[in-house]
């Protein structure tokens, strides 16, 4: 990287005169720029300015009332989606690490068993639960106490869509909660047990709360990447952001003006989920090792249009790591 | 006569293929500070994390506090030891190690407060008292709401010793306490050893600060290859009449 640093005085003679610095062009960048400029412009002017996109009906329907109840939808099945994902995750790892061979051996089918299929053949699978359960009973054992539900109407597609990607991503977030776990020094384990902790005392206490900490810069990354896989919805009709879309251009056959649409929601929540995630980093990173990142654009965009603008030293200050 | 805390005889232990413990004979009596020196690898970090069962025993009997180690003698049989069972035992032992091991998400008055509340079930206003209590003991009252990380090393030294002494221990293991230090702060973590000694706690400590080992201890053991070579008084074993293996340690150290 070219050098970029400066003075902060100007130099001396002897004398004490100024000598100024001549101040340098670097013509490579502004050639390299101007052409990298061109290309994209060229690209974004090829969707801006074709005549098949009808603006206008982009902009009628962005706020249109089908499309601001998907993105209710696809908000809260995210945000519940992750949260079943991250306890059950948290629990399979807990199994995983367990002496217990048959918690182990339970944990790992269950892993293995959503990390191998389509995310999509099991929302699919959830969808159609009715088949295999026609009503879902929940009674206490031996009495008559007890309820039940017609399944058809229990899991509707939000309802498949929540259990579906929230015990997909329990498989996947096993693995980092795992290596979260694996992350936290021995010495802390054998100082609790020292302590005259139990093994599942010094888990709960000691070393999950510290594990978590280490593992919350993925746990926002999940959470946005949930936010898009939520998407996928649109196969069991779960009245989400993209299924509204959906449902609207089968209508009226404006596909790219409608996607166009749920990307703009999709980019937006995305971006209002990073500036949440690096808060969260910001509260919980202080004592512990983490992932080194600068603020992405969208933050930056964000921190400007709130006023605070990101300064170098506030970037370099989320890099220290101490322990 | 006093009381024997910790009885070895024939300890013997292997990582694998590799030997660690040859052999071990050693006695502590209640009140005894006991020091082990010895070369790295020697085997003399395993011993001390057999005493209170951090490390299993292949062989041999090693007795502490009337208690075989990791067994219990039932029905003239010996019954290994339920995780309550480790968990009991090791309550009784204080641990201090040579990388601290603080709890790095509590502050100081937590990392002492802990296991008296998770352990001793003492209620929380209690335990933070007397963790308070204990911080003073050790001079670092004024920090008791700092992370570890914003304390010196020897100031987290300090907290785990307050920390074991916390729980009321009949016996204090040191695993190399000041090894990890930068020079100066060592004296302040021998300092609070040495009123701990003083105090008529029973103490073993592994270490490299040979002058501590003669001015404090009681008796001196000298590890090597897995076995105690030499052991007596502090002045008899460095006064370098024993073995030339002793004599080449001690020269090498000092």
Redesign the interface.
């Known amino acids: 990287m070219a050098s970029t640093h400066r003075r902060t005085t100007p130099f001396l003679t002897q004398s004490g005169d100024e000598i100024a610095i001549a101040p340098s062009v670097h013509w490579r960048r502004w050639v390299v720029g101007a052409l990298a400029l061109g290309v994209f412009a060229w690209a974004a002017s090829i969707v801006i300015f074709n005549e098949n996109i009808r603006w206008n009906r982009v902009w009628e329907y962005l706020f249109s009332q089908k499309i601001l109840d998907g993105v209710v939808v696809t908000i809260w099945v995210s945000i519940a989606a992750t949260i079943l994902g991250l306890v059950l995750g948290v629990i399979l790892a807990v199994m995983k690490l367990s002496k217990n061979p048959v918690l182990r051996v339970l944990a790992e089918g269950y892993i293995w068993f959503f990390r191998g299929t389509p995310v999509l053949v099991q929302l699919i699978f959830w969808f159609n639960l009715a088949f295999l359960l026609p009503f879902i009973t929940l009674k206490i054992p031996f009495t008559q106490i007890g309820m039940r539900w017609d399944t058809n109407t229990l899991i509707s597609g939000s309802v498949a869509a929540l259990l579906g990607l929230g015990l997909n991503l329990a498989a996947y977030f096993a693995e980092t909660v795992r290596a979260g776990i694996q992350a936290v ?1 021995r ?2 384990t ?12 010094t888990m709960r ?2 070393v999950l ?2 594990a978590l ?1 280490i593992i919350i810069p993925p746990t926002g990354n999940e959470f946005i990447s949930m936010l898009k896989t939520t998407s996928l919805i649109v196969v069991v009709a779960g009245n989400d952001l993209m299924t509204n879309a959906s449902q609207i251009y089968k209508q009226n056959n404006l596909i790219i003006e409608l996607l166009i649409v749920a990307s703009i929601w999709y980019m937006a929540m995305t971006a209002v989920a990073t500036f949440l995630q690096s808060r969260l980093e910001k509260r919980f990173g202080q ?2 090792v983490r992932l080194v990142r600068g603020p992405s654009f969208s933050q930056t965009l964000i921190r400007m249009a709130t006023g605070a603008i990101p300064t170098q030293r506030a970037a370099s200050r989320t890099k220290e790591t ?2 | 006569m006093t009381e024997v805390l910790v009885r070895a005889s024939g300890v013997k232990k292997a990582f694998g293929q590799h030997q660690v413990l040859r052999g071990v004979d050693f006695e502590v009596r209640a009140g005894e500070v006991s020091c082990i020196i010895g070369p790295s690898g020697s085997g003399k970090s395993t011993f001390l994390r057999t005493i ?1 069962a ?1 490390e299993t025993v292949d062989s041999g009997s090693l007795i502490v506090r009337d208690e075989q180690v990791g067994y219990t003698l039932r029905d003239n049989r010996y019954h290994p030891w339920t ?2 069972d ?3 035992f ?6 201090v ?1 040579q ?1 601290f ?5 509590l502050d100081a008055v937590d990392n002492v407060a ?2 008296l509340i ?2 001793k079930r003492l209620p929380k206003e209690r335990a933070l008292e007397r963790a308070r209590a204990e911080l003073d003991r050790v001079g670092l009252a004024e920090h008791a709401h700092k ?3 914003q304390l010196s090393g020897g100031q987290q030294q300090r907290v ?1 010793i307050a ?2 002494l916390a ?1 009321d221990p009949a016996l204090m293991l040191f695993d190399e306490p000041t090894s990890a230090l930068d020079p100066e702060l060592v004296d302040e973590v021998l300092e609070t050893m040495k009123a701990l000694a003083e105090g008529g706690m029973t103490m073993i400590l592994v270490t490299h600060e040979i002058g501590f080992a003669r001015e404090v201890g009681d008796t001196l053991s000298f590890f090597d290859e897995g076995r105690i070579l030499e052991r007596g008084t502090p002045a008899e074993v460095l006064s370098g009449e024993g073995s030339a293996r002793t004599r080449a340690f001690l020269d090498r150290v000092r």
Not at chain 1, 190 to 201: D, H
Not at chain 2, 90 to 95: L, T, V
């Open positions: 020094d010495g802390q054998e100082a609790a047990l020292a302590g005259g902790m139990t093994s599942a005392q206490l000691i709360p510290q900490r004592d512990r101490v322990r | 209170n951090l995780d309550r480790f968990a009991r090791r309550s009784g032992i204080g641990m190690f990388r091991n603080l709890y790095g998400h802990r296991s998770t352990v992370k570890p990380h785990a920390r074991a729980m």
